[in-house]
């Protein structure tokens, strides 16, 4: 649990200097909700990658994930601005399960 809390904020911190330094600001607040869309995607996808889940759960939590981003993205933006903060989950967290799908264990925490 200690990995998944570094790399939600890790992803979180990196995101967010990226966004707001190199790649234009949208102003701080979007960057940091898309960068706390991406941690969340790095972290739940590290957390659920283990046997115990299987792929429907890790599925219905990936898509709980992405609900949850999607109201807060609604009452803090709008619908417009929240979008773009799921398409970051989704990639980041179909990227981190090929990145494991090469190795032969099928698991990036092994």
Same mark, same amino acid.
């Given at each position: @649990?200690?990995?998944?809390? !570094? +790399?939600?904020?890790?992803?979180?911190? !990196?995101?967010?200097?990226?966004? +707001?330094? /190199? =790649?234009?600001?949208?102003?701080?607040?979007?960057?940091?909700?898309?960068?706390?869309? *991406?941690?969340?995607?790095?972290? @739940?996808?590290? *957390? /659920?990658?283990?046997?115990?889940?299987?792929?429907?759960?890790?599925?219905? !939590?990936? &898509?709980?994930? @992405?609900? !949850? =981003?999607?109201?807060?993205g609604v009452l803090l933006f709008?619908?417009?601005k929240a979008v773009p903060s799921v398409i970051k989950f989704s @990639?980041? &967290?179909?990227?981190?399960?090929?990145?494991?799908?090469?190795?032969?264990?099928?698991?990036?925490?092994?």
């Amino acid at each position: @649990m200690q990995r998944v809390i !570094i +790399y939600f904020f890790a992803g979180i911190v !990196i995101s967010f200097l990226l966004n +707001y330094f /190199l =790649l234009g600001s949208q102003g701080w607040a979007l960057d940091l909700y898309y960068a706390i869309a *991406f941690g969340a995607a790095w972290g @739940m996808a590290y *957390f /659920l990658d283990d046997e115990k889940f299987t792929l429907a759960q890790k599925l219905g !939590i990936s &898509f709980l994930g @992405m609900g !949850i =981003l999607i109201i807060f993205g609604v009452l803090l933006f709008d619908l417009e601005k929240a979008v773009p903060s799921v398409i970051k989950f989704s @990639m980041v &967290f179909v990227a981190y399960y090929v990145f494991a799908s090469f190795k032969s264990s099928k698991s990036l925490r092994r």
